[in-house]
């Protein structure tokens, strides 16, 4: 499965020279919890999330919060290129959708734009994680058996049983094709666990 098949348009796409309280309002008026930051022609320029668009709320903890005011500039001339984060993790519409979900589990990112040329063309959030991976049995099904079919030559032995993610391929005894369907149906968003057994 690509990364194409599993991203989402985005929702709120921000400018660098946006105002703080403008990017917060768009964000929790559309329930993300981070946006790409784009300039003119939609190129990547950064990432802000709701923790990012905080920060002059919340000044040096030590000292007199008052003498210490000065070291946050006020919100209304603070802006979306002040706090962002310009070094992303990015992903594109042909990379492997499993290893991005697999790198976002392991690293806690919540949110990876998709660029095409620098462009952002869409976005993977958590919520796409969760749409595209607690999927019902028979869909989980119908992939194995298709991308076992674009693949393997010995598809049409094959049949498969799917109960609660967990993949059972019956149809075939040979070593090497048992370990590359086995390979493909792993790569299927959903599945948790894949058993191969011999023709009986």
């Given at each position: 499965m690509l990364v194409a098949e599993m991203m989402s348009a985005p929702r709120v796409e921000l400018t660098e020279t946006m105002p703080v309280g403008e990017a917060a309002q768009m964000?929790?008026?559309?329930?993300?919890?981070?946006?790409?930051?784009?300039?003119?022609?939609?190129?990547?320029?950064?990432?802000?999330t709701q923790i990012d668009l905080l920060q002059d709320r919340f000044g040096p903890v030590a000292g007199d919060v008052a003498t210490n005011r000065h070291l946050i500039p006020p919100r209304e001339t603070l802006h979306v290129g002040d706090v962002m984060t310009d070094a992303v993790v990015t992903t594109e519409e042909s990379d492997d959708a499993h290893e991005l979900a697999h790198r976002m589990m392991e690293?806690?990112?919540?949110?990876?734009?998709?660029?095409?040329?620098?462009?952002?063309?869409?976005v993977v959030r958590r919520g796409d994680l969760l749409r595209t991976y607690l999927r019902p049995d028979r869909e989980i099904r119908r992939d194995v058996l298709e991308e076992i079919a674009r693949r393997s030559p010995e598809a049409e032995a094959l049949d498969a049983v799917v109960e609660?993610?967990?993949?059972?391929?019956?149809?075939?005894?040979?070593?090497?094709?048992?370990?590359?369907?086995?390979d493909l149906a792993a790569k299927v968003p959903g599945v948790r666990a894949v058993e191969i057994t011999g023709r009986e």
């Open positions: 964000l929790s008026a559309t329930g993300c919890d981070g946006a790409p930051v784009t300039d003119g022609d939609g190129r990547l320029r950064g990432i802000v690293t806690r990112i919540r949110c990876v734009p998709v660029v095409r040329d620098g462009v952002v063309v869409g609660d993610g967990s993949v059972t391929i019956t149809g075939t005894d040979d070593t090497a094709v048992r370990r590359r369907i086995g």
